[in-house]
Nanobody
Framework: VQLQASGGGLVPAGGSLRLSCVASGRTVTGHRVAWFRQVPGMPREFVAAVSWNGRFTYYTDSVKGRFTISKDSAQNTVYLQMDSLKPEDTAVYYC??????????????????WGQGTLVTVSS
């Protein structure tokens, strides 16, 4: 499975952006899709995940109530709607796909496929 992330950009604090992650390949399937983010010099951080059927969602505490993850199964696309953005949300955002349930929703190592990253910059 290949993942293509897009939608990043420059936005003022309090603004919104919507990231997209399109999955493609011979057989597009999995257990869940997640968004991670990374600031230079820091470890990659889990942001949110959605189950493959789109019914279940998970968020890290710092984005709860501001970000919404969703999945359009017909388009094999996962979205991350980001509202009330803060300067500390500035990072490169990556989407990732896990084929299996695993042990930890937020563990990088459980995701086999990764998109190329899209930069989100929130100005103060």
């Amino acid at each position: 499975v290949q993942l293509q992330a897009s939608g990043g950009g420059l936005v003022p604090a309090g603004g919104s952006l919507r990231l997209s992650c399109v999955a493609s390949g011979r057989t597009v399937t999995g257990h869940r899709v997640a968004w991670f983010r990374q600031v230079p010099g820091m470890p990659r951080e889990f942001v949110a995940a959605v189950s493959w059927n789109g019914r279940f969602t998970y968020y890290t505490d710092s984005v709860k109530g501001r970000f919404t993850i969703s999945k359009d199964s017909a388009q094999n696309t996962v979205y991350l709607q980001m509202d009330s953005l803060k300067p500390e949300d500035t990072a490169v955002y990556y989407c990732a796909l896990a084929q299996y349930l695993g042990l930890a929703m937020n563990a990088e190592k459980e995701y086999e496929s990764w998109g190329q990253g899209t930069l989100v910059t929130v100005s103060s």
